[in-house]
């Protein structure tokens, strides 16, 4: 591509390249597979949040033994920073 930015229907053709399906009926898109696009990742994540799209954190798995506590309780205190962004059915038609 040029130097421009994007068009809509560029950054729409990305999403839907990343996008995988879920069980909802909706897509989901790895933070990091849009990360690894380059520069562009604000107007991605703008386009994912226009379109119903939303940021999801890791769900805390919970653990067993004898530090599963203090494990799980620093799992709790990281950012609030989405691991992957999920669109609602027919978000990309």
Known sequence: MDDEAPDDSAIQA????????IRTGGHAIQ??????????FGR???WILEHGGAGENS?????GGLHADRINANRRSTSATPVRYVLPPGALQ
């Open 14 to 21: 990305t999403v839907a390249r990343l996008a995988r399906p």
């Open 31 to 40: 933070r990091a597979a849009i990360l690894a696009e380059g520069p562009d």
């Open 44 to 46: 991605i994540e703008a």
């Open 59 to 63: 769900a805390v798995a919970a653990g």
